[in-house]
């Protein structure tokens, strides 16, 4: 070898050598420079990683530990692969399986209720308790214990689960718990329905069943608790119908029911509905019978219950009254045993006319007849006319009947006006009111004072609120004689007219007996007459009354048709009567007779 290639090789080893020298003193330096980038580019791994350690050889970097998801595996070997110097890395990471949440709501009393479980670390458990308070409600006591870790799975979305428990309240208002737990949601409460219950778990399903979660249903259906009611009150500011019922649409249905036999009426509702009610029994009767009740009885009382049906009310007639009575049996027939139908309908008395005559009697007193409701008009009206008659040393006959059954007379204090003017100027006659009839028949002491009395009662009494009849005459002379006195008392005696059986219609021949009888009356003015009606023993009494009292009726039309005044008739409701009475022999009970008034 050559002194030259000798030199070469010589000075290649010793750079060699140099070089190796060189690169082991540099690799130390190198190592502990990226395992400080390596300590400071991993620091917050520790929340992602468990037992997470690296080891580095040079520049390659071997890794180990166990992180829970893969996007936290790409996520720790990412960072490690941003440090300038590394050439590779040796991914040793496991992957952890997460530990399910779970969930716990629990109803410990009234409004309070108490939430634990556990949950992934963060935000969660105060959402959680926020969306459980407003879920809840106001001044609800919600006692919280969450235990936050790393390693547990995440929740289905909280708006998810707030309106899950919303809804479960909605359906089960006996709601005492709620619990989510490995991959399972429970639901706990009571309630009287099946099909609440049904609702509740299809709703919790299409809430939460997408999230891999099973249905576990602890609803337990309790047995009802409660009888059905059911009341009306019918009044003059409208209908109070109250109660409990079970279903809202057989509550739906009444209504309707009444709104269309009554569209006027306004309907107050105080009826309730709810689960916990037994099933009405006698609903079915109830819609039967509701629409007529509603329809035919003024101040309706209704009050139904698992035991009775009592009903009160006033009906037009006898007829509507058994109509109604027969519908209520018939409709509550299929109800045996202890079950009572209390009917206490009463029938509708039109009430009778308000009237008030006064007129100066044969022997000179002053006779006040009539019929009236009011006491403290008829005590106002006596004391007015006492007042007047105090100077005239006139006795005064007081014949007005109270009766509760009467029409307001708001003219009484009109009359009270004429009384004084009327005994002034009249000598004999009589003024009348008769609902909104007016009769004023009378001879004056003048033509002056007559037209001044004609004025006044025109005046109280307008047209064409009343109706009027004035009829006034200067007194005369000589007034009827004896002799026509005694025929008139004579011919009323004697005068008696005959009715078929059950009817009123007077006959052609009955019908002649009246006119001798009206030309006697005409004679004898300031008389009237009373139509006494009788009817034979066939019928009940009630039945007979009116009978009688449309025979006078018939023969007042016929005395009104031959021109005596209507004002002074009056009518006599006898009931039934033999043929024989004190003695007098009749051809039948079926008659009307004459009295002198």
């Given at each position: ?66 992180v ?45 209720w ?29 006692q ?5 870790e ?44 099946e ?27 309790l047995?009802?608790?409660?009888d ?12 109070l ?12 249905r ?5 709104r ?46 698992s ?22 049996e018939?409709s ?28 100066w ?11 009236l ?6 005590a ?5 006319t ?11 006959k ?31 006659g ?7 009839e ?67 219609k ?37 039945y ?38 004190n ?15």
């Open positions: 070898m050559n002194r030259v290639l000798k030199t070469c090789l010589i000075g290649l080893a010793f750079y060699a050598v140099l070089l190796l020298v060189s690169a082991g003193l540099l690799k130390p330096r190198i190592e502990l420079q990226l395992n400080e980038k390596l300590i400071s580019e991993l620091d917050e791994i520790g929340d992602i990683c468990e037992g997470f350690s690296f080891e580095l050889s040079g520049r390659d970097c071997s890794i180990t530990g166990g829970y998801t893969g996007p936290d595996r790409d996520r720790i070997i990412s960072s490690i692969r941003s440090i300038d110097g590394i050439r590779k890395i040796d991914d040793g990471l496991t992957i952890i399986p997460l530990k399910n949440p779970s969930i716990s709501l629990t109803r410990i009393g009234g409004n309070s108490k939430l634990d479980g556990r949950i992934l670390v963060g935000d969660a458990a105060a959402q959680l308790t926020q969306a459980f308070v407003r879920s809840i409600g106001e001044g609800v006591d919600l919280t214990d969450l235990q936050e790393s390693n547990i799975a995440d929740l289905p979305p909280l708006k998810k689960v707030e309106s899950l428990f919303v809804g479960f309240c909605k359906f089960i208002p006996n709601a005492s718990g709620l619990g989510l737990s490995e991959r399972r949601l429970t639901l706990i409460g009571k309630s009287f329905s099909a609440r219950r049904d609702q509740a778990l299809d709703f919790a399903r299409s809430q939460i069943s997408d999230h891999g979660y099973d249905i576990i249903d602890e609803i337990i259906i047995p009802p608790t409660d059905p009611s059911f009341q009306i009150s019918d009044s003059s500011d409208g209908i119908v109250s109660g409990l019922l079970k279903e809202f649409s057989f509550k739906d009444i209504f309707n029911l009444i269309q036999t009554d569209e006027q009426k306004t309907i107050k509702d105080e009826l309730h509905t709810g689960d916990h009610v037994r099933n009405a029994e006698w609903g079915p009767s109830l819609v039967r019978v509701i629409p007529a009740l509603v329809a035919e009885v003024d101040k309706l009382k209704l009050n139904l219950s035991e009775s049906i009592v009903i009160s009310g006033v009906v037009d007639g006898d007829e509507k009254k058994r109509s109604l009575e027969q519908l209520t018939q509550f027939e299929g109800k045996k045993g202890s079950f009572k139908i209390v009917n206490e309908l009463v029938v509708f008395v039109p009430p009778e006319k308000a009237s008030l005559t006064m007129s009697d044969e022997d000179g007193s002053f006779n006040l007849k009539g019929l409701s009011q006491r403290d008009l008829y106002q009206f006596l004391s007015a006492s007042d007047e008659l105090k100077d005239k040393n006139k006795e005064l007081d014949k007005i009947e109270l009766k509760e059954n009467v029409e307001k007379a708001p003219w009484v204090n009109r009359m009270a006006t004429l009384v004084g003017p009327f005994m002034a100027a009249v000598q004999w009589a003024l009348s009111v008769r609902g909104d007016v009769a004023l028949e009378a001879e004056v002491i003048d033509s002056g004072s007559g037209d001044i009395l004609k004025a006044m009662v025109e005046k109280a009494f307008p047209v064409p609120d009343y109706k009027r009849i004035i009829q006034i005459n200067v007194v005369e002379p000589a007034g009827p004689t004896d002799e026509e006195i005694m025929t008139l008392e004579n011919t009323m005696m004697d005068t008696v007219i005959y009715f078929d059986t059950e009817s009123s007077i006959k052609a021949k009955e019908t002649k007996k009246i006119e001798p009888l009206v030309e006697a009356f005409l004679k004898v003015p300031g008389s009237s007459i009373a139509l006494l009606g009788h009817a034979d023993s066939y019928g009940n009494a009630n007979n009354r009116k009978l009688g009292r449309k025979r006078c009726e018939s023969v007042r039309n016929s005395l009104v048709g031959l021109g005596v005044n209507r004002l002074l008739i009056e009518i006599e409701v006898k009931g039934e009567s033999e043929k024989v009475v003695g007098r022999k009749y051809e039948s009970g079926r008659r009307v007779e004459f009295e002198l008034r």
